[in-house]
């Protein structure tokens, strides 16, 4: 309520903007009551009192009226930044700020609550947000109240929710079938697409199909691996194999390239198996006398024995220098050769050192009256029993990789694709290779011979002298090559192993690694060894 006084007369406004009251000060004249007559205003000055009026009532809760673009009022500050309708607990309507906790219009239910209602409390009950379906204050229409004979409020109606009734969410429903509150208000039974779904003296039970058993909540296939027959967990499993299920009954089959031995899956030769070293120094070159006897030898002075099954030991080395090459007589009777000239011997099953040479060494080959070394520089060395002397190689300063020596003959191979040979002790001569490939690895069975190297490159001979080439179908660096009975692997850059059966295509065999591979080495061709960077081995067999 305002009070001003205009022209003499005392004027309570009430409401907003909605009537005048005049109340006037009473004079006599003689004993008779005379009203007083109202000075007529000019136009404007009704404008101005109203205007006044509105100002100072609005003014009053929140601030400056501001006439919006959809022709509502709302409160705002001076500054038209900030409603302080709603920074003081209270909504516009209409262009008035009203409470929300206090009665709108004389305690009726407003037909717009302004938005301020939720949608789970959407009902504007005397400025309280409240749902008329399960409101016990408000059952169905504001100011409802439910008695203690009925004090639940179920859609909108009082009801009395006795046992087995329970409340949830303001509904009485009964926690031993229903399927949206079984047990306990909330739990919800899931679904399962092989069979239904009840609620079961309070717990979720499925009704599985025909082929289907439940598990927990859930129907399996009685076929199924993941729950075969009765059985709520997984079939067992077995290295190298898929579980199966049949008859109700766990088993399993062995994956591409393994086979069944009756109890687990061994490789079947047509697939590489990772062996595990003990060493993961990068790996240069294996070589056997059988296959119960494999060394592989490495950077830092690794030196690594296998009897065949697939365990590797590290023999004691008489140094660290990296070792490149490895080439024996026998079982009980082998060189590794490798930087700075290292030349070690193992005999009686101990390495020791050698006479040492003045350069790297890369490759060792021989028979069993001679053993060859070559190495940096054209260096190559010979020897008969245990006289070791170096001799020239005839190519200057080429760069030599590798030995190759069969009964008859002798390849040595090196830099920009030198091939030297030697048939029956004769002078060692340049062959023509029609290759400029550094070769790094040569291998034969006396009569086919192969060569490999840079750019993916394998030279063929025949033995005769002349020199072809055949497509890997690669690009990366081959750096080892083995040769027996017309089957030849080449292994090489990022994993590759290619494999030819004497027709002159390689395809790429399957690895799973992409380290380079250094060297390879079989008793047969089921029966190969592979080896290379951070110490790994390869197995087929």
Known sequence: ??????????????????????????STDGGTRIRP?????????WRMISAFLLSGILSAGCGIVDFGSDGTMNGTSPDASVNICDQTGVYSKIGVCISKAMPTDGGRVLPDDGGICAAARPNNCNGGCVDLQADAQNCGTCGNVCQASAPTCSKGSCVNCADPLKVCSGACVDLKTD???????GTVCATTSNGTVQCVSGSCMPTCNPGYHACGVQCWAVDSPTACGTRCSPCPTVAHAHPTCESATCGYRCKTGYADSGHDCQPDGSTWATQAPTDSHDLNAVWGSAANDIHAVGAAGTLLHSLGDG???????????DINAVWGHSAGDLFAAGASGAWWHFLNGTWSAAPTFSTDLYGIGGDDSQILAVGKDGFLDRSTGADFR????GQGSSTLRAVYKSATDLYIVGASGLILHSHGGAVLSRETSSSSADLYSISGDGTDVFAVGTNGTILH?????????????NSGTLYGVWESDGETYAVGAQGTILHSSGDGNWPVESTGVWVNLHGVWGTSNADIYVVGEQGTILHKN
């Open 1 to 26: 309520m305002l009070k001003r006084s205009f022209l003499g007369e005392s004027v309570t406004f009430v409401g907003v903007g909605v009537g005048v009251k005049r109340k006037s000060a009473l």
């Open 37 to 45: 007559r109202l000075r007529p205003r000019p136009r404007q000055n």
């Open 179 to 185: 399927l949206n509150n079984c047990g306990h208000c």
């Open 311 to 321: 365990v590797w030991t590290n023999d004691v080395a008489p140094g660290t220098q």
């Open 390 to 393: 170096a001799v020239a190689a």
């Open 461 to 473: 001979s025949l033995g005769d002298g002349n020199w072809s080439a055949q497509s890997s179908h």
